[in-house]
């Protein structure tokens, strides 16, 4: 069964740093795989998902994340973040089509001014 | 853009009851699921759905059981609640015929808080 892993519990960052959140997903195969965010008091909202094909997969409000296979990661980044990115965000790796997605545990952002 | 909509978004029961958490979504899904959300635990999904009248259990079904008699509603059973079900409840749907793709992304409810006394 696949499992995935957010090593970073809280992450701290000033406004117009630059940003990593880490994801290692553990799976045989070629997994799918996902970044959701969740704003305080909503829903789970994607970021950006990997299928196949070029690593480096854009998403919504500047986000981008890597594959990269070696390292069983996917990790999240931002150039430079603002604010309202202060969330909760979710890793989530699906593996072969009927399987369900799993997530990670989550890491929560926050910014400083 | 896809809506999905849960009844409530705070609810408060008392240890024993039967509670029902309702979700409906407006783009003609085939697949539905609920989840709980527990701090430091992500997500666990409960039961999912990917047919009218069709459930199967997920990683957590013990004490819920679910419904779906309308391809857009979604319900969740709590057949007798107790304080461990306590917890934050999200829906989600998605598309793709047959069993559930993984692969196609899940569109999520803004959830219930739930609080069981």
């Known amino acids: 069964a696949q499992s995935v892993t957010q090593p970073d519990i809280h992450i701290t960052v000033s406004e117009g740093a630059s940003l990593e959140l880490r994801c290692n997903y553990s799976?045989?195969?070629?997994?799918?795989l996902f970044w959701y965010v969740q704003s305080p008091g909503q829903g789970l909202q994607l970021l950006l998902k990997?299928?196949?094909?070029?690593?480096l997969v854009q998403g919504i409000k500047g986000f981008e994340a890597e594959f990269k296979r070696s390292q069983s990661s996917f990790n999240l980044r931002k150039p430079s973040v603002h604010w309202s990115d202060a969330a909760e965000y979710f890793c989530?790796?699906?593996?072969?089509?009927?399987?369900?997605?799993?997530f990670g545990g989550g890491t929560r952002l926050m910014v400083k001014p | 853009d896809v809506k999905v909509t849960q009844s409530s978004r705070y609810l408060v029961k008392r240890t024993g009851e039967k509670v029902f958490l309702e979700c409906v979504q407006d783009?003609?899904?085939?697949?539905m699921f609920w989840y709980r959300q527990d701090p430091g635990l992500g997500l666990r999904l409960i039961y999912f759905?990917?047919?009218?009248?069709?459930?199967e259990k997920g990683d957590i079904p013990e004490g819920y059981s679910v419904s779906r008699e309308k391809k857009e509603r979604f319900s969740l059973i709590l057949e007798s609640a107790s304080t461990n079900q306590t917890s934050m409840y999200l829906c989600?749907?998605?598309?793709?015929?047959?069993?559930?793709?993984?692969?196609?992304?899940?569109?999520f409810g803004d959830g219930t808080r739930l609080s069981i006394l």
């Open positions: 990997y299928f196949s094909g070029d690593t």
């Open positions: 759905s990917y047919d009218v009248k069709m459930k």
């Open positions: 989600a749907s998605s598309s793709g015929t047959g069993a559930p793709y993984s692969n196609q992304p899940q569109h």
């Open positions: 799976y045989g195969a070629t997994p799918y």
């Open positions: 989530a790796v699906g593996a072969n089509a009927g399987n369900m997605l799993t």
């Open positions: 783009m003609d899904h085939e697949n």
